[in-house]
């Protein structure tokens, strides 16, 4: 394999540093204390191809690769892991319409989503089913016109401001995990309402609410797919989903080492930088070298999907590295800033309670393990 990025990858790299760097990056630690959701940006976004990256052209995206994507996602969470998650929330709604969906349902709801005019949110998780996401309670029921969702979903990244929704349900509740289907729910649906925002230990600004489905109805044609065939799609786009979370963990990772050999260069004890301390190196030296390993597994994973190939075992393997690095990453910033480290005027206190999403969101890190425990025992 080729560790080396293109001349294509190196010049959206430099591109997305940029705008992370002087559109993201002045008001984050801001919008993290007030916790205002980044529409300006997500706009922003969307007028520089990013929230349709990864489809075609013709569907109003940029039409690049699952790579594009990562490195994009990578350089985003470095500055602030919340616009990150919107993004990778979005793309979630977007694939799952992309990869499932028939062509009718592509042209009506892709270029929208593609272009930043609409912004998406997957709606999977219910108050009692999390990791056990085939005990969901959720119900699809058919009637005339098509199906009324009855149900209440947690924790959908999105969830507040989404105007399109990917939402899971029960269609036999009797076949268990074979009996979930997937339907696209307008934001503007009668008997769809959002539940209150949660607050957050971190990723303050961005949007995590509930949903309530009481009699929502839902065209007959806005099933994904076939009846009952809802599960093996979350699968299949939770492959996705995990490179991305994973490439976020890289950005939270790589911004905790940066500041990290930025302060102990300056800060000085016993009359010499901190930086000249061995506790400080091998720290630091911990550091770099998780989150290059991390950026490897991403970018392994992110071809694997981008030649077609399964990459199930290596996605998980991709997120439970990379989000374990980000949380050591993150714990040794605040260590070797000492006190600074723990007040929010210094940015690692934002990353340290970013980083522990990571090993939660799409997948604990425990579920993580059993998949690729099982991907090896085949």
């Not at 489809?55 to 109003?60: I, N, Q």
């Not at 969901?136 to 929704?165: H, Q, V």
Request: overall charge neutral; proline content about 2%.
């Amino acid at each position: 394999m080729d560790f080396k990025l293109g001349e294509e990858h190196r010049l959206l790299q430099s591109s997305v540093r940029d705008f992370a760097e002087k559109e993201v990056k002045p008001e984050a630690a801001q919008r993290d204390r007030t916790g205002e959701f980044p529409r300006y940006i997500v706009e922003k976004m969307g007028k520089l191809g990013l929230m349709g990256i990864v489809f075609p052209t013709e569907l109003g995206g940029a039409g690049l690769d699952y790579l594009s994507y990562v490195i994009a996602v990578e350089e985003l969470a470095r500055i602030d892991a919340s616009v990150a998650i919107t993004l990778l929330a979005h793309t979630l709604c977007a694939s799952h319409i992309y990869y499932f969906g028939n062509e009718e349902q592509k042209k009506r709801y892709l270029p929208p989503l593609a272009k930043g005019e609409r912004l998406g949110a997957w709606a999977l998780t219910e108050p009692g089913a999390g990791s056990d996401a085939a005990s969901m309670k959720t119900m699809a029921t058919p009637d005339e016109s098509g199906w009324r969702l009855n149900g209440e979903k947690i924790f959908t990244t999105n969830g507040s401001f989404a105007e399109t929704f990917v939402v899971m349900a029960s269609t036999d509740m009797s076949k268990g995990a074979r009996g979930i289907s997937a339907f696209i729910v307008d934001g503007n649906t009668p008997g769809l309402s959002r539940a209150k925002r949660f607050e957050k230990l971190g990723f303050n600004s961005s949007d995590t609410a509930g949903l309530i489905l009481d009699n929502a109805r839902v065209a007959k044609e806005l099933i994904l797919g076939e009846v009952n065939a809802g599960f093996r799609q979350v699968m299949g786009v939770l492959d996705g989903g995990r490179i991305g979370v994973a490439a976020m963990s890289v950005g939270i990772a790589r911004a905790c080492l940066e500041e990290s050999v930025s302060y102990a260069k300056q800060r000085r004890q016993f009359n010499q930088p901190i930086a000249d301390f061995q506790a400080i190196q091998w720290m630091l030296s911990d550091m770099a070298t998780e989150a290059d390993a991390a950026r490897l597994l991403v970018y392994r994973a992110a071809r694997m999907k981008d030649a077609g190939e399964r990459c199930t075992k290596e996605s998980s393997m991709a997120k439970l590295f990379a989000s374990e690095a980000a949380v050591k990453a993150a714990t040794k910033a605040v260590q070797v800033h000492g006190g600074y480290g723990y007040i929010k005027e210094f940015a690692v206190e934002r990353y340290f309670r970013d980083a522990k999403l990571c090993e939660i969101g799409e997948g604990t890190t425990e579920i993580q393990k059993m998949v690729i425990a099982r991907e090896i025992l085949k």
